[in-house]
């Protein structure tokens, strides 16, 4: 996945549209950059004051969907975000603010108050930003039974909405917005510096690849390891001979377990930070084959339309080619010539 860039993320924001795939693929990505979310959020505000009246809802679509599936991974989207966003639903207010702006708007807040993304007293200040009234409905009473005590509430049957969906209003239809496929991988995919480094550290850590220790290893007398033979030991001398040479091998086996603890566990880091880059790039693959697809029939449209423009130029007259009319009229009389007072 490519590193982040202001002006790659300027063009992806130019790029993105309405479209379910559009929104979730943007989104994904600046999930993945989420440590520049500092320079992100501040992006994505100065090019909403920029954009286009008809493209702004898309800006609001998109934060929706970052500050939602961001949430499990870190506060820090949720946090700037709540930032701008007052002055971006007062910027909102007073720009093609018409009724379809304000239901979607509307709806995106009731949202973020029903699933706790921003506290009351936030939510109110972006309705008072969009101008709208705030609602304080009054607490239900809880149902008592015959004995006074409160019943329990029954939960309803219906299917329970995954924390990854997110439901927005786009051009006047409701939509469920998932983020990327259900196999998104639980862990952070690494940025590919992140991947290269952690292999080069690999490399530079094979202490299953270390002849000379192995070497070692494969030449300590068999007395250090084998409890039977101490039997053969009659004097103090070998005695103490043999418990230097066992210490010895205690040290060089503790070491080279140490060693080899680290590179089981640097390859089962960089085993699964592997495993993460490739569903991701599985995802990137099938949303590029798509796009790939889309922009090629395109092209197929665009194709039979010259050929079609072609034919219909060859059957037109050739203005540039018709006869001049003015041949053998005598020159029309200059201005003078008209005016020219007799003798």
């Known amino acids: 996945m490519a590193g982040f860039t202001e002006s790659a993320f300027i063009k992806k924001l130019a790029d993105c549209n309405n479209s379910t795939q559009s929104i979730q693929t943007l989104s994904f990505w600046l999930i993945h950059h989420r440590k520049h979310y500092v320079q992100i959020v501040k992006t994505w505000y100065k090019e909403l004051l920029r954009a286009k009246d008809s493209k702004k809802l898309t800006f609001m679509y998109l934060a929706n969907d970052v500050i939602q599936n961001s949430r499990k991974k870190g506060p820090e989207y949720g946090r700037e975000f709540g930032i701008v966003l007052r002055k971006a639903f007062e910027h909102l207010s007073t720009v093609g603010y018409d009724d379809k702006m304000k239901a979607s708007l509307t709806r995106l807040l009731a949202i973020w108050d029903e699933r706790g993304m921003y506290d009351e007293l936030q939510i109110t200040e972006f309705k008072q930003a969009l101008l709208l009234p705030p609602e304080h409905p009054p607490p239900k009473r809880a149902k008592t039974d015959n004995s006074g005590k409160e019943k329990k509430r029954k939960l309803s049957p219906t299917r329970k909405k ?4 997110v ?21 952070d995919p690494p940025e590919p510096e992140e991947l290269i480094k952690a292999l080069q550290d690999l490399e530079s850590n094979l202490a299953s690849a270390d002849e000379i220790v192995r070497q070692r290893v494969a030449q300590l007398p ?11 030991i009659e004097d103090r001398a070998s005695a103490e001979k043999l418990n230097v040479q066992v210490n010895d091998a205690i040290k060089l086996l503790n070491d080279y377990n140490e060693r080899l603890t680290k590179e089981v566990n640097l390859r089962k880091k960089v085993s699964g930070m592997l495993g993460d880059f490739l569903q991701v790039q599985k995802d990137l693959l099938t949303q590029a084959e798509q796009a790939l697809e889309e922009y090629q029939d395109r092209l197929q449209k665009v194709f039979a339309v010259r050929q079609e423009l072609r034919t219909h130029i060859r059957n037109l007259p050739d203005l540039t080619r018709l006869p001049d009319v003015t041949h053998g009229l005598s020159p029309l009389p200059s201005a003078g010539d008209l005016f020219k007072i007799p003798n």
């Open 162 to 165: 995954s924390e990854t969906e």
């Open 167 to 187: 439901t927005v209003e786009v051009d006047g239809t409701v939509e469920t917005h998932v983020h990327l496929s259900p196999k998104t991988p639980a862990n």
């Open 222 to 232: 068999r007395s250090v390891s084998d409890i039977g033979l101490l039997d053969e």
